[in-house]
Nanobody
Framework: QVQLVESGGGLVQAGGSLRLSCAASGRTVSTYTMGWFRQAPGKEREFVAAINRGTITTYYADSVKGRFTISRDNAENTVYLQMNSLKIEDTAVYYC???????????????????WGQGTQVTVSS
């Protein structure tokens, strides 16, 4: 079992930055694909970014490309989401997700992930 705990959310003005962290425990997640998703009020959960187990490949939703950066520190068993140039529409609960994979794989669908964190709220104000 893998436990994921997100942190780093908060209230920020538009144009500002936040860095989310996802700390994993229970197992080493170096062999896991890790992803970030978000869910805004009244909307479905959507894919934000993913990073494969080899840390070579990343993938982003078009809405955050160029503004968000996903990274991982396998020694710390932690995944990060650096969010810059935040917009009001980035307001959502952000979730970290993990999936054990045998080969480097990018996953973009919710159902592909086995483990989820409890989420952290990000609110962007004008």
């Amino acid at each position: 079992q893998v436990q994921l705990v997100e942190s780093g959310g908060g209230l920020v003005q538009a144009g500002g930055s936040l860095r989310l962290s996802c700390a994993a425990s229970g197992r080493t997640v170096s062999t896991y694909t890790m992803g970030w998703f978000r869910q805004a009020p009244g909307k479905e959960r959507e894919f934000v970014a993913a990073i494969n187990r080899g840390t070579i490949t990343t993938y982003y939703a078009d809405s955050v490309k160029g503004r968000f950066t996903i990274s991982r520190d396998n020694a710390e068993n932690t995944v990060y989401l650096q969010m810059n140039s935040l917009k009001i529409e980035d307001t959502a609960v952000y979730y970290c997700a993990a999936k054990w994979v045998t080969v480097p794989t990018i996953l973009r669908k919710q159902w592909e992930y086995d483990y989820w964190g409890q989420g952290t709220q990000v609110t962007v104000s004008s």
